[in-house]
């Protein structure tokens, strides 16, 4: 990385929980801030990545096994990231990804129950040590998100799981913010629109 390296901002949670709708805003803060901002998404944000996202999410439930499931995860990160990350990061610019490496732990982690040790050899493997700068995970109950994602109304074959799965997901996203809190910010995202990102902004400011 040169001397000019752009920040690498990630934003995690659970579904529905609020992340597409904050990105854009965290978007237009950071660029009222004069940066350039790109915007991505996990899995996804290539052509290759976005084709792996389809068969990802549409597929039937049942038709994959985790390992599968975990090595398309981490095909998609490795396009994504030597396509558009680390090369908008080299300009100087700013990255803004909706889910990333926390998402990986979380869901196949903790959701999955496949274990961390597995995952963190794929992450040495495809990472090669990069890790965010910043990463705002979004956090409230599982009734919350599951009725936010339910008023938007698509399910996808992550969505259709039990609620002990998103539980899990959660429990895994808080045991990884308590690891590592100078990097991951934990915001409830319980409240009001509003409310989230008066607190979002606070965090912008003082880490950025
Ligand atoms: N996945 C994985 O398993 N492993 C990995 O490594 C990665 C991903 C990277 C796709 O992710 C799936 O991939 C994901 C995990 C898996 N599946 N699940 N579940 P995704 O990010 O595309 O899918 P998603 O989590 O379902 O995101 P989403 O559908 O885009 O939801 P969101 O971005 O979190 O929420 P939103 O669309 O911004 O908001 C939902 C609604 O709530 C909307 O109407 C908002 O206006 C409303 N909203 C938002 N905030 C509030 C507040 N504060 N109050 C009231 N209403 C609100």
Redesign the pocket.
């Known amino acids: 990385m040169t001397a000019t390296r752009g920040k690498f901002i990630t934003v995690e949670?659970s579904?529905?929980?609020?992340?597409?709708?904050?990105l854009q805003f965290i978007s237009d803060y950071l660029q009222s801030c004069g940066k350039t901002v790109v915007m991505t998404?996990?899995?996804g944000g290539t052509p290759v990545a976005e084709q792996i996202r389809a068969v990802?999410?549409e597929s039937a439930q049942g038709s994959m096994t985790d390992h599968c499931e975990l090595l398309l995860?981490f095909a998609a990160r490795a396009d994504h990231l030597e396509q558009v990350i680390r090369p908008a990061l080299e300009r100087g610019d700013w990255v803004l990804c909706?889910?990333?490496i926390d998402?990986?732990y979380a869901?196949?982690g903790g959701g999955r129950g496949m274990s961390d040790r597995d995952i963190a050899v794929l992450e040495g493997f495809i990472l090669q040590g990069l890790e965010p700068d910043l990463t705002i995970l979004l956090d409230a109950a599982p009734e919350i998100s599951a009725a936010?994602?339910d008023?938007?109304g698509?399910s996808?074959r992550?969505?259709v799981e039990e609620a002990a799965f998103f539980a899990r997901v959660r429990e895994k996203y808080q045991q990884r913010a308590a690891c590592y809190p100078a990097r991951i910010a934990l915001i409830d995202?319980s409240?009001?629109?509003e409310e989230?990102q008066t607190a979002l902004r606070t965090i912008l400011t003082e880490k950025l």
């Open positions: 949670g579904e529905g929980v609020g992340k597409s709708t904050n998404r996990e899995p990802l999410l995860m909706d889910r990333f998402a990986t869901y196949q936010r994602r008023a938007r698509i996808d992550f969505e995202a409240g009001s629109l989230v």
